[in-house]
Antibody, heavy 117, light 112 residues
Framework: EIQLQESGPGLVKPSQSLSLTCSVT?????????WSWIRKFPGNKMEWMGY???????NYNPSLKSRISITRDTSKNQFFLQLNSVTTEDTATYYC??????????WGQGVMVTVSS | DVVLTQTPSTLSATIGQSVSISCRSS???????????LYWYLQRPGQSPQLLIY???NLGSGVPNRFSGSGSGTDFTLKISGVEAEDLGVYYC?????????FGAGTKLELK
């Protein structure tokens, strides 16, 4: 079974970069699926942030396009999120998820990130 | 971006009651190939979201058949025929017809 696990700092200062890792087990990320980041803000609003495909191409939410980068390390079967110039409005729980035919089938448990000085 | 409006925002139900959640889209979700990319997810307390329904009316893997989805164009409905305690949580509709993917604001199902 595919399992995903997010990791990264829970606290980031305003104007700095947020960096998270998603480790995937049970499936090789170059075999298929697109690998996505989604966040849930306080108050339940959900936002799809972007994905990296099994081939390495990326697709980002235009609302984040100038600040976001999703990359991968195929040797470690991991993919990464970097969000630059964060503000308090980026405080959220961040999830990684597998994406197949526009369906988010498998999710990580989520990591809560607070942006605060 | 496509706006998905879910109603109600909160739903109180007793065990065994049948309930419905509405999801209305600001644009038709029918694409030029005849597909409608409308999904339903449930996030139970303390858990990650789980896929319930894909492509409007198809049950996700392992999802009980008391859940059903219907609709077309801009109007969609999730129905639970006989709420069970494990169904409590926040329900989201999501569309993937138009970039970027967008989610509804969520409907919280709680026990009356």
């Amino acid at each position: 079974e595919i399992q995903l696990q997010e990791s990264g700092p829970g606290l980031v200062k305003p104007s700095q970069s947020l960096s998270l890792t998603c480790s995937v087990t049970g499936y090789t990320i170059t075999s298929g699926y697109d690998w996505s980041w989604i966040r849930k803000f306080p108050g339940n609003k959900m936002e799809w942030m972007g994905y990296i495909s099994y081939s390495g191409s990326t697709n980002y939410n235009p609302s984040l396009k100038s600040r976001i980068s999703i990359t991968r390390d195929t040797s470690k079967n991991q993919f990464f999120l970097q969000l630059n110039s964060v503000t308090t409005e980026d405080t959220a729980t961040y999830y990684c998820a597998s994406l197949l035919w526009a369906s988010f089938d498998y999710w990580g448990q989520g990591v809560m990130v607070t942006v605060s000085s | 971006d496509v706006v998905l409006t879910q109603t109600p925002s909160t739903l109180s139900a007793t065990i065994g009651q049948s309930v419905s959640i509405s999801c209305r889209s600001s644009q038709s979700l029918l694409d030029s190939a005849g597909n409608t990319y409308l999904y339903w997810y449930l996030q139970r307390p303390g858990q990650s979201p789980q896929l319930l329904i894909y492509l409007v009316s198809n049950l996700g893997s392992g999802v009980p058949n008391r859940f059903s989805g219907s609709g077309s164009g801009t109007d969609f409905t999730l129905k639970i025929s006989g709420v069970e305690a494990e169904d409590l949580g926040v329900y989201y509709c999501m569309q993937a017809t138009h970039a970027p993917y967008t989610f509804g604001a969520g409907t919280k199902l709680e026990l009356k």
